[in-house]
């Protein structure tokens, strides 16, 4: 994510849209994320095998 996106200001100006974006904050600050199990292979590749990996 691009950290450009975090830092922008938000500007709510409707009560009702107030109301609902603040008991989406609360809902969301009792839940935790869930562990990724990873059942696949990763590996990094980059310059030329990325473009042979995309080559036509």
Same mark, same amino acid.
């Given at each position: 994510?691009?950290?450009?996106?975090?830092? &922008? @200001?938000?500007? $709510?100006?409707? +009560?009702?849209?107030?109301?609902n974006f603040?008991?989406?904050? %609360?809902?969301? !600050?009792?839940?935790?994320? &869930? @562990?990724v199990? $990873?059942?696949? +292979?990763?590996?990094?590749?980059?310059?030329?095998?990325?473009? %042979?990996?995309? !080559?036509?």
């Amino acid at each position: 994510m691009a950290t450009k996106s975090i830092l &922008k @200001d938000v500007v $709510i100006r409707s +009560k009702p849209l107030a109301v609902n974006f603040i008991n989406a904050l %609360e809902n969301a !600050k009792g839940k935790a994320s &869930k @562990d990724v199990k $990873i059942n696949r +292979k990763v590996s990094d590749i980059k310059g030329d095998a990325l473009r %042979e990996m995309f !080559k036509k």
